[in-house]
């Protein structure tokens, strides 16, 4: 994606040429099907050669596979793409279409943490995914949005534990309706 341009555009602006800190108010990143929305963003690098950009208030994260949704993240660019995510919320949230499913998967946890390389999404402390139907929590969860491959581990907070919904059935009633 580093051919591809990157399209900024914000509420509002400053630059302090003596800390050489960018801030953003309203800022929207675009580069193809990346899509970084956030009410604050600040930064020491305009370049996405190779920075670290901090968000906060309503950080939303579109990628190709999934939307991230938080109150804070530290997003590395490493050759102008997005390269890692760490996202902060009470919860931080992930949502993703699995169209060939006619489902949805999603999660949510304290602390998330995205390799998009590798297509990675690690949910740290209070970690909860649901496939549509099923539901897994634990401490640790790690998660492939490529692959949608599941781990999860448990922690401090108690052993992994799996909610699993039977199938609904129709009633006599609901037949006869």
């Given at each position: 994606?580093?051919?591809?341009?990157?399209?900024?555009?914000?509420?509002?602006?400053?630059?302090?040429?003596?800390?050489?800190?960018?801030?953003?108010?309203?800022?929207?990143?675009?580069?193809?099907?990346?899509?970084?929305?956030?009410?604050?963003?600040?930064?020491?690098?305009?370049?996405?050669?190779?920075?670290?950009?901090?968000?906060?208030?309503?950080?939303?994260?579109?990628?190709?596979?999934?939307?991230?949704?938080c109150d804070?993240?530290?997003?590395?660019?490493?050759?102008?793409?997005?390269?890692?995510?760490?996202?902060?919320?009470?919860?931080?949230?992930?949502?993703?279409?699995?169209?060939?499913?006619?489902q949805a998967?999603?999660?949510?946890?304290?602390?998330?943490?995205?390799?998009?390389?590798?297509?990675?999404?690690?949910?740290?402390?209070?970690?909860?995914?649901?496939?549509?139907?099923?539901?897994?929590?634990?401490?640790?969860?790690?998660?492939?949005?490529?692959?949608?491959?599941?781990?999860?581990?448990?922690?401090?907070?108690?052993?992994?534990?799996?909610?699993?919904?039977?199938?609904?059935?129709?009633?006599?009633?609901?037949?006869?309706?």
């Amino acid at each position: 994606m580093e051919d591809i341009p990157i399209k900024l555009s914000a509420d509002s602006s400053d630059f302090n040429y003596n800390t050489r800190s960018l801030v953003f108010k309203g800022l929207k990143i675009k580069q193809g099907n990346l899509a970084i929305e956030a009410d604050l963003a600040e930064t020491n690098e305009l370049d996405f050669a190779d920075g670290l950009w901090t968000f906060s208030g309503k950080v939303k994260i579109k990628t190709e596979t999934a939307i991230l949704y938080c109150d804070d993240a530290s997003i590395h660019f490493t050759n102008h793409e997005l390269s890692r995510a760490e996202l902060l919320g009470s919860p931080a949230r992930f949502e993703q279409a699995i169209d060939e499913l006619g489902q949805a998967n999603s999660g949510e946890a304290n602390r998330m943490i995205y390799q998009t390389a590798t297509g990675i999404l690690e949910l740290h402390t209070n970690a909860r995914f649901i496939d549509g139907k099923n539901e897994i929590s634990g401490d640790q969860i790690t998660y492939d949005v490529l692959r949608q491959n599941l781990s999860a581990g448990s922690g401090d907070s108690g052993p992994v534990t799996i909610l699993i919904e039977p199938p609904q059935h129709s009633t006599s009633q609901d037949k006869n309706q």
